[in-house]
Protein backbone atom coordinates (compact mmCIF):
# COMPACT_ATOMS: atom_id res chain seq x y z
CA UNK A 1 0.00 0.00 0.00
CA UNK A 2 1.44 3.01 -1.37
CA UNK A 3 0.75 6.22 0.71
CA UNK A 4 1.21 9.31 -1.13
CA UNK A 5 2.29 12.62 1.24
CA UNK A 6 1.06 16.02 0.81
CA UNK A 7 2.78 19.12 1.07
CA UNK A 8 0.78 20.03 3.80
CA UNK A 9 1.72 16.94 5.93
CA UNK A 10 -0.19 16.24 8.99
CA UNK A 11 1.61 14.25 12.23
CA UNK A 12 0.73 12.63 14.71
CA UNK A 13 2.29 12.74 18.12
CA UNK A 14 3.19 9.48 19.62
CA UNK A 15 4.10 8.84 23.34
CA UNK A 16 6.68 6.21 23.16
CA UNK A 17 6.80 4.59 26.33
CA UNK A 18 9.74 5.97 28.69
CA UNK A 19 11.42 7.89 25.61
CA UNK A 20 9.21 10.65 24.60
CA UNK A 21 7.61 11.23 21.65
CA UNK A 22 7.90 10.80 18.42
CA UNK A 23 6.41 12.64 15.17
CA UNK A 24 4.85 9.81 12.46
CA UNK A 25 2.63 10.87 9.62
CA UNK A 26 -0.82 10.47 9.95
CA UNK A 27 -0.98 8.32 6.09
CA UNK A 28 1.28 5.98 7.96
CA UNK A 29 0.22 5.22 11.27
CA UNK A 30 -1.90 2.23 9.76
CA UNK A 31 1.45 0.69 8.00
CA UNK A 32 3.45 1.61 10.61
CA UNK A 33 2.10 0.37 13.85
CA UNK A 34 3.39 2.69 16.58
CA UNK A 35 2.31 -0.10 18.99
CA UNK A 36 5.34 -2.07 18.23
CA UNK A 37 7.81 -2.63 20.77
CA UNK A 38 6.74 -0.66 23.56
CA UNK A 39 4.96 2.56 21.71
CA UNK A 40 1.44 2.86 22.95
CA UNK A 41 -0.87 4.96 21.65
CA UNK A 42 -4.47 4.41 22.74
CA UNK A 43 -6.15 1.56 25.29
CA UNK A 44 -4.84 -1.86 25.65
CA UNK A 45 -8.36 -4.46 24.89
CA UNK A 46 -10.17 -1.54 26.07
CA UNK A 47 -10.21 2.54 25.91
CA UNK A 48 -9.84 3.18 29.73
CA UNK A 49 -6.39 0.70 29.96
CA UNK A 50 -3.57 2.63 29.01
CA UNK A 51 -0.26 1.92 29.50
CA UNK A 52 1.48 4.73 30.92
CA UNK A 53 4.29 3.50 32.69
CA UNK A 54 7.37 1.13 32.55
CA UNK A 55 5.60 -0.81 35.78
CA UNK A 56 2.51 -1.53 34.36
CA UNK A 57 4.15 -3.01 30.76
CA UNK A 58 5.84 -4.88 32.73
CA UNK A 59 2.87 -6.10 34.63
CA UNK A 60 0.59 -6.64 31.37
CA UNK A 61 3.79 -8.69 29.65
CA UNK A 62 3.10 -10.98 32.58
CA UNK A 63 -0.12 -11.17 32.64
CA UNK A 64 -0.09 -12.23 29.16
CA UNK A 65 2.60 -15.72 29.66
CA UNK A 66 0.17 -16.30 32.63
CA UNK A 67 -2.74 -15.88 30.50
CA UNK A 68 -1.12 -18.56 27.96
CA UNK A 69 0.16 -20.84 30.92
CA UNK A 70 -3.52 -21.20 31.61
CA UNK A 71 -4.68 -21.52 28.64
CA UNK A 72 -2.11 -25.08 28.07
CA UNK A 73 -3.10 -25.59 31.79
CA UNK A 74 -6.97 -25.77 30.46
CA UNK A 75 -6.34 -27.97 27.89
CA UNK A 76 -4.23 -30.35 29.79
CA UNK A 77 -7.14 -30.46 32.53
CA UNK A 78 -9.35 -31.45 29.67
CA UNK A 79 -7.03 -34.42 28.95
CA UNK A 80 -7.43 -35.69 32.41
CA UNK A 81 -10.93 -34.95 32.99
CA UNK A 82 -11.51 -37.38 29.80
CA UNK A 83 -9.51 -39.72 31.58
CA UNK A 84 -10.81 -39.49 34.65
CA UNK A 85 -14.76 -40.52 33.04
CA UNK A 86 -13.05 -43.32 30.80
CA UNK A 87 -11.42 -45.19 33.80
CA UNK A 88 -14.85 -44.64 35.99
CA UNK A 89 -16.49 -46.46 33.02
CA UNK A 90 -13.77 -49.07 32.83
CA UNK A 91 -14.35 -49.31 36.27
CA UNK A 92 -17.97 -49.84 36.64
CA UNK A 93 -18.03 -51.88 33.33
CA UNK A 94 -15.20 -54.38 35.11
CA UNK A 95 -17.54 -54.39 38.51
CA UNK A 96 -20.47 -55.08 36.07
CA UNK A 97 -18.32 -57.97 33.86
CA UNK A 98 -16.51 -59.71 36.79
CA UNK A 99 -19.37 -61.34 38.58
CA UNK A 100 -21.01 -62.73 34.80
CA UNK A 101 -17.71 -64.11 34.24
CA UNK A 102 -16.89 -65.22 37.66
CA UNK A 103 -20.42 -67.25 37.49
CA UNK A 104 -19.88 -68.44 34.21
CA UNK A 105 -15.93 -69.81 35.38
CA UNK A 106 -13.73 -68.03 33.53
CA UNK A 107 -11.59 -65.68 35.69
CA UNK A 108 -10.06 -63.62 32.82
CA UNK A 109 -11.12 -60.27 33.69
CA UNK A 110 -8.65 -57.77 35.48
CA UNK A 111 -10.40 -54.50 37.06
CA UNK A 112 -8.32 -51.67 35.61
CA UNK A 113 -7.33 -53.01 32.26
CA UNK A 114 -9.06 -53.93 29.35
CA UNK A 115 -8.22 -58.09 29.95
CA UNK A 116 -12.20 -58.07 29.37
CA UNK A 117 -12.70 -61.01 27.71
CA UNK A 118 -15.99 -61.72 25.51
CA UNK A 119 -17.59 -64.81 25.15
CA UNK A 120 -15.67 -67.23 23.79
CA UNK A 121 -16.89 -68.17 20.17
CA UNK A 122 -15.50 -64.93 19.08
CA UNK A 123 -12.27 -64.47 17.16
CA UNK A 124 -10.61 -61.25 17.87
CA UNK A 125 -11.38 -61.27 21.84
CA UNK A 126 -8.78 -59.39 22.70
CA UNK A 127 -8.88 -56.56 19.92
CA UNK A 128 -12.52 -56.48 21.03
CA UNK A 129 -12.04 -55.78 24.02
CA UNK A 130 -9.41 -53.08 22.91
CA UNK A 131 -12.02 -51.47 20.32
CA UNK A 132 -14.33 -50.90 23.17
CA UNK A 133 -15.95 -47.29 23.15
CA UNK A 134 -17.70 -45.06 25.55
CA UNK A 135 -20.02 -42.19 25.04
CA UNK A 136 -19.97 -39.79 28.74
CA UNK A 137 -23.55 -39.47 30.11
CA UNK A 138 -25.39 -35.47 30.37
CA UNK A 139 -23.97 -34.43 33.11
CA UNK A 140 -20.15 -35.41 32.07
CA UNK A 141 -20.10 -33.58 28.58
CA UNK A 142 -21.46 -30.89 29.80
CA UNK A 143 -18.40 -30.28 31.94
CA UNK A 144 -16.55 -31.51 29.37
CA UNK A 145 -18.34 -28.65 26.89
CA UNK A 146 -18.00 -26.01 29.80
CA UNK A 147 -14.16 -26.64 29.72
CA UNK A 148 -14.07 -26.54 26.10
CA UNK A 149 -15.79 -22.91 25.98
CA UNK A 150 -13.50 -21.68 28.70
CA UNK A 151 -10.64 -22.84 26.85
CA UNK A 152 -12.03 -21.32 23.26
CA UNK A 153 -12.73 -18.10 25.13
CA UNK A 154 -9.20 -17.95 26.83
CA UNK A 155 -7.27 -18.50 23.04
CA UNK A 156 -9.62 -16.20 21.37
CA UNK A 157 -8.98 -13.46 24.20
CA UNK A 158 -5.03 -14.56 23.62
CA UNK A 159 -5.49 -13.99 19.85
CA UNK A 160 -6.57 -10.48 20.75
CA UNK A 161 -4.02 -9.96 22.57
CA UNK A 162 -1.77 -11.06 18.94
CA UNK A 163 -3.66 -8.47 16.55
CA UNK A 164 -2.41 -5.73 19.03
CA UNK A 165 0.64 -6.13 17.14
CA UNK A 166 2.74 -5.21 19.93
CA UNK A 167 5.83 -7.23 19.08
CA UNK A 168 6.57 -7.63 23.10
CA UNK A 169 3.25 -8.99 23.69
CA UNK A 170 3.73 -11.60 20.88
CA UNK A 171 6.95 -12.81 22.44
CA UNK A 172 5.01 -12.76 25.82
CA UNK A 173 2.53 -15.20 24.23
CA UNK A 174 5.49 -17.43 22.64
CA UNK A 175 6.96 -17.53 25.94
CA UNK A 176 3.86 -18.56 27.95
CA UNK A 177 3.16 -21.15 25.29
CA UNK A 178 6.21 -22.25 25.77
CA UNK A 179 6.39 -22.82 29.61
CA UNK A 180 3.01 -23.80 30.06
CA UNK A 181 3.62 -26.72 26.80
CA UNK A 182 6.77 -27.68 29.16
CA UNK A 183 4.81 -27.59 32.12
CA UNK A 184 1.66 -29.39 31.18
CA UNK A 185 2.52 -31.52 28.27
CA UNK A 186 4.83 -33.66 29.98
CA UNK A 187 2.93 -37.04 30.30
CA UNK A 188 3.81 -40.12 29.73
CA UNK A 189 3.71 -41.21 26.23
CA UNK A 190 2.30 -44.52 25.72
CA UNK A 191 3.51 -46.95 22.32
CA UNK A 192 2.13 -50.31 21.10
Same mark, same amino acid.
Given at each position: ????????????????????????????????????????????????? @?????????????????????? $????????? &??? &????? @??????????????????????? &??? $????????????? @???????????????????????????? &?????????????????????????????????????
Amino acid at each position: MMCHIPPHLSLTLVRCCGTGTLLIPVCLRRIVDPSLFGLTTSGFISSSW @HITSDGMFAGSCVGVILLVISL $EFLRRLGKE &YDR &YILRQ @HKTSLAAQCIPALASAGDKSASV &YGT $EITPPSGSSNSNA @HARNMSFRPNILQQMIRATLHMVQFAVA &YFIMLLAMYYNGYFIICIFIGAWIGAFAFSWEQITFV
